[in-house]
């Protein structure tokens, strides 16, 4: 199983930074930021909270678009019967492209936060480290969930397709915590971080493993 999630991850990985889905999601994300800092008026501070939601608003952006990127590749070329034909559980496919999706997330994230600083007025001046553990949380929380998604997008039926967006209202929770964290972090005061990440964590631990779970039915479409 190890293999063959490191073996999609490299393949995933590679593929992806030669197209130009990475820059797409990358620029949508900077585009709601930029946009965003259009509206306020010269002078004005953008709230800590509301430059936390732009962040993480462009990074749930992105995760769309990048699992959907990251799973088309078997569907252009009918490649996700030769990875289901792999004599290796199903689960390694869901743990490398949770992989190759958590670096390009992080990847895309790496130019939103400058752009947050920049574009809205914002300094890092609380818990750095609070957000730090938060912007890990949240990632794996978006890559559990980006990856089902991915996988429910693939269908051939707009009926199928458009059961991706059942998953949206599941990461209301998540991005609701990682928003509080972030706020305290852009200096809004009154925010208790350690209770956010406790409940950041208890979502992935309940989200991975239900992922984990359903992974291989919504893939390959077992009853």
């Keep these: 199983m190890l293999k063959l999630a ?3 991850f490299r393949k995933d990985l590679r593929l992806a930074l030669r197209g130009a889905g990475l820059v797409q999601s990358m620029l949508l994300g900077l585009l709601l ?10 002078g004005e501070t953008v709230p800590g909270q509301t430059a936390a939601a732009i962040f993480w608003l462009s ?19 009918g490649a996700r ?18 992989m190759a999706g958590l670096v390009l997330i992080l990847a895309a994230q790496l130019l939103f936060f400058p752009a947050v600083i920049v574009f809205l007025g914002q300094s890092p001046v ?12 949240g990632d794996l929380g978006l890559v559990a969930l980006g990856s089902l998604l991915g996988a429910l997008s693939q269908g051939q039926t707009a009926r199928e397709s458009l059961l991706s967006l059942l998953v949206f209202p599941l990461l209301a929770p998540l991005l609701l915590a990682a928003i509080r964290v972030f706020a305290a972090l852009f200096g809004d005061a009154g925010e208790n971080s350690l209770s956010w990440l406790q409940f950041a964590a208890a ?11 359903l992974f291989r039915f919504v893939y390959t479409g077992d009853d």
Aim: hydrophobic share 60%; charged share 10%.
């Design 6 to 8: 490191l073996a999609v």
């Design 33 to 42: 930021v930029f946009l965003f800092s259009l509206s306020q008026k010269t």
């Design 59 to 77: 990074s749930a952006f992105s995760q769309t678009l990048v699992f959907n990127m990251l799973f088309s590749f078997e569907e252009a070329n």
């Design 81 to 98: 019967t030769g990875l289901l034909l792999s004599p290796c559980p199903v689960t390694g496919i869901f743990l490398g492209k949770a």
């Design 126 to 137: 609380g818990d750095a480290a609070g957000g730090a553990v938060m912007l890990v949380l």
């Design 203 to 213: 979502f992935d631990a309940i989200f991975w493993a239900l992922s984990l779970l």
